[in-house]
């Protein structure tokens, strides 16, 4: 921690009108100097520095602070890093109190490491771009998609080359860990090394700072992915960067806006014709971490999506990332192209000024929110109006206290045929329970896992069940029954009720007894999967229960398809920590990531000889050697992932329910997770 006293002293030392001076273009107006705002676009000058005062003020826009506040909102620096920059510009040394000397020294090793990788990915980028000019097929390529030399090194455009090994030519010393940890280089299971990207168009990819934290690579013949991302480094995170922001930055301040779109072409064929003030994402949705940092750049931004499905659903992602951070003082639209179009194919063929035109019909936030909920909900009826609402409240209930807010609920108030005041009491009531809640709330607490009665018969009457897997409801005692798409048998239905193909009596706890005479109680402790009862010769496990499918699925996608461990992040270890019985799965994942072992072969002589997940790996081995190859499997690990976490939050919800939102925490909470639960429909998950 930077020590204030050390900060007032600082401000007291240095000159605002020098650090504005050295970015914007300053001349005299009485006590203060005045000059174009660097932070919105305007023709006569409304921006002034005071000398006396040491702070610059906007008339136009409210933009105000100090030398400190100007550095990070002009450049896009941290706090500590405008401190630094204006101690060392004043000949000052930066105290840091409250630190201990192993902090000191973690700090210092973390800015080592990040120096090392930036240096290796100027070293790759100028590789790349030494590669481009030598490649006669990657400047066709290019040419093709309408692009100069010029916007190709506007944005620093390159070439990987088709060379397995080609950065060996720059890194001497191959074998350099930093090299795998920046992302430039795999290694695969049996040690050998090779490029991350071969045969691919290089984009750059830079922070605010303009500083390189990583690359996307664009394939230009055929082969998958189309899109290549550097993975999640100490330096590049996609779900917190956006790519052009940088190179966009003064086309932003002029234009007076920012437009969003979904991929790296879009972006330079919009600069290419003109409109350069476009960014993109990073092959990801649209984040919190994304809009704030748009709504940083500019105070009003334009999301433009494909017209089909896929965009849309974008955009309902993107508009429910909008609303916890909405403000009266900016504005945020959203623009649909037609289904056979992308921004840059637009651009190219209709031109810069069609689609300028476009820019001015999108879509307000507001209207399509409401016309959104609308489209799914019949409004003709009353229970369609009802229900629309239903899915409305805990979305408004996102939005901060603010003017807009009260504007889109009042036009909710008119879609639903409600009276201001009858809205407002609707929105002050306890938030809806789930449809289906149950009639009383005697149920079993079973660590997280979804609630069934406690004697253990079929679900008491009233709860609504739909949407729910059922591989992962418990039975009595903390078990785990497997009952595939369908609930438990009860009363007659259990004789002869079928499972898996075959015909299998059910015979009260933990009894079954069926083809192949498995008998005996299952005991399967959740956590790290303590399974026992194993029979290894068979890669199974004894008992009534089998390996739940969604596990056994998210086991083979990753052993069939072992880049995916590769891009693991901590967010989508904690959404399998949350997921029932998973453990075995987060197992295999550390275990790939700690040993470096990629192919089931390797992970099995990795893991333990006895361990639960050794007997796993034995039994999906044959399954893995049979799989065919997906055509999108990190689409199919993100849905996977996405219906894990719909189920616990549903899950979730239902107990919060169940007791009856006695808390303002679980009110709270409630509202979080039907907020979330919006999204993940948004994604398709039901």
Request: aromatic share 8%; net charge negative; proline share 5%.
């Amino acid at each position: 921690m930077i020590p204030e006293s050390f900060i007032q002293e600082l401000l007291a030392r240095v000159d605002v009108v020098d650090v504005v001076g050295r970015y914007v273009q300053l001349r005299k107006g009485g006590a203060n100097l005045l000059g174009l705002c660097p932070f919105h676009n305007e023709k006569s000058p409304s921006f002034t520095v005071s000398p006396t005062k040491q702070f610059y003020h906007c008339f136009g826009c409210g933009a105000h602070g100090s030398a400190i506040t100007f550095l990070m909102e002009h450049t896009g620096a941290s706090f500590p890093e405008a401190v630094r920059t204006l101690a060392a510009s004043a000949g000052m040394t930066v105290p840091e109190e409250n630190r201990s000397p192993r902090q000191q020294q973690e700090t210092a090793r973390r800015k080592a490491e990040e120096s090392r990788h930036t240096q290796v990915l100027d070293a790759a980028q100028a590789h790349y771009l030494k590669q481009l000019r030598a490649s006669p097929a990657a400047i066709r390529y290019l040419k093709q998609r309408g692009l100069t030399g010029e916007i190709a090194a506007h944005f620093g455009l390159g070439w990987s080359g088709t060379d397995r090994h080609g950065l060996s030519q720059v890194f001497p010393n191959y074998e350099d860990p930093t090299l795998v940890e920046s992302g430039l280089v795999i290694e695969s299971e049996d040690g050998r090394r090779y490029d991350r990207f071969r045969e691919r168009i290089m984009f750059p990819i830079r922070n605010a700072r303009g500083s390189l934290i990583g690359f996307g690579g664009r394939i230009i013949g055929k082969g998958e992915p189309k899109y290549l991302n550097s993975p999640e480094t100490p330096l590049f995170s996609k779900g917190q960067e956006l790519y052009g922001l940088w190179e966009a930055r003064q086309a932003i301040r002029q234009e007076g806006q920012i437009i969003v779109v979904e991929g790296y072409m879009d972006v330079v064929g919009l600069a290419q014709q003109g409109i350069a003030n476009a960014v993109a994402t990073l092959g990801t949705a649209t984040t919190p971490d994304h809009v704030k940092k748009l709504l940083r750049a500019s105070d009003k931004v334009i999301f433009s999506f494909d017209g089909d499905g896929a965009g849309r659903r974008a955009a309902w992602r993107a508009l429910q990332a909008c609303l916890p951070v909405l403000r009266d003082d900016i504005a945020i639209r959203f623009l649909f192209l037609p289904t056979e179009h992308d921004p840059d194919s637009y651009v190219r063929e209709l031109g810069a000024e069609a689609f300028r035109a476009c820019l001015g019909e999108a879509v307000a936030l507001s209207r399509f929110l409401l016309d959104e909920l609308a489209s799914r909900h019949n409004m003709d009826e009353a229970e369609g109006r009802a229900s629309c609402l239903h899915e409305a409240k805990p979305l408004l209930a996102t939005i901060p206290e603010c003017a807009l807010r009260v504007q889109i609920e009042r036009e909710m108030a008119k879609l639903v045929q409600l009276t201001p005041e009858e809205m407002a009491l609707v929105l002050a009531q306890q938030p809806a329970k789930p449809f289906g809640a149950p009639a009383r709330p005697a149920l079993a607490e079973t660590g997280g896992a979804a609630a069934v009665p406690q004697d253990g018969g079929p679900p008491e009457a009233g709860y609504d069940f739909s949407g729910h897997d059922f591989h992962d409801i418990p039975a009595e005692d903390g078990e785990y029954a497997d009952y595939g798409q369908f609930g438990a048998p009860t009363g007659e239905q259990a004789s002869g009720w079928s499972a898996g193909g075959g015909q299998q009596g059910w015979k009260g706890k933990a009894d079954w007894k069926g083809k192949g005479d498995w008998k005996g109680k299952s005991d399967w402790k959740g956590g790290k999967g303590n399974w026992k009862g194993r029979r290894d010769d068979i890669g199974g496990f004894e008992g009534r229960r089998t390996m739940p499918s969604l596990a056994k699925r998210l086991l083979g996608l990753l052993l069939a398809h072992p880049e995916l461990v590769d891009s693991m992040g901590d967010q989508q270890l904690e959404v399998i920590d949350n997921g029932p019985h998973l453990g075995l799965v987060r197992d295999l994942i550390m275990l790939a990531q700690s040993s470096g072992a990629r192919h089931v072969g390797a992970l099995l002589e990795a893991a333990e000889p006895d361990s639960d997940l050794a007997t796993v790996l034995k039994g999906l081995r044959a399954d893995i050697l049979s799989q065919e190859d997906l055509p999108d499997p990190q689409t199919e690990w993100d849905d996977a992932l996405r219906r894990i976490e719909f189920d616990s939050a549903k899950v979730e919800m239902a107990r919060l329910a169940a007791a009856g939102l006695a808390s303002e925490e679980a009110r709270k909470r409630y509202l979080e997770l039907s907020s979330r639960m919006q999204v993940l429909k948004g994604a398709g998950i039901r």
